[in-house]
């Protein structure tokens, strides 16, 4: 999705070529918003769905290879857009919709996390891809950048 949140092709390929990690927000609006898509003032917007999730995960493996890929959830969900000022400014209008910020469907909190991994493994996604995104990939860059 071309969302303004989202990250770049040209700059995930850089952080990858340094050996970075590319998290995965949840965050709906960030599927499914974009400057061609913002919504009538009061309209809400379709909450993402997991298999668009999904995709974000296939799209970067594809692009950077599975090192450089990871969760990187964002629960956020039950802040009021409109009504926090930071998420107004941190979020444009082309980035995320009036009202509630949403997780995706599906994975709204930790505790759906089998339902990332039941999708990724559907998509045959292999145990040790699985290990390098569900932290694994996090671990590599923290020792390489504070040596632990």
């Known amino acids: 999705c071309a969302n ?7 700059l995930a ?5 340094t050996g970075g990690v590319i998290g995965i927000s949840t965050i709906s609006d960030f599927h499914n918003l974009d400057a061609t898509t913002i919504p009538p003032k009061g309209a809400k917007i379709a909450q993402a769905t997991l298999d668009m999730h999904l995709d974000h995960y296939d799209y970067f493996k594809k692009l950077v290879g599975v090192d450089h ?4 959830p964002d629960f956020i969900w039950g802040q009021q857009s409109d009504e926090k000022p930071w ?3 941190t979020f444009p209008p082309d980035a995320s919709g009036p ?3 949403l997780p995706v ?6 505790s759906q996390l089998p339902n990332l991994i039941r999708g990724l493994k ?8 699985l290990d390098k ?4 990939n996090w671990l590599r860059v923290y020792e390489r950048v504070w040596g632990a």
């Open 4 to 10: 303004p949140r989202n990250i770049s092709d040209r």
């Open 13 to 17: 390929v850089a952080i990858a070529k």
């Open 69 to 72: 890929v990871a969760v990187g």
């Open 87 to 89: 998420i107004s400014v």
């Open 99 to 101: 009202g509630e910020i």
């Open 105 to 110: 469907k599906d994975f709204e909190d930790i």
């Open 122 to 129: 559907g998509r045959g996604w292999s145990a040790s891809e």
């Open 133 to 136: 995104v569900l932290g694994g």
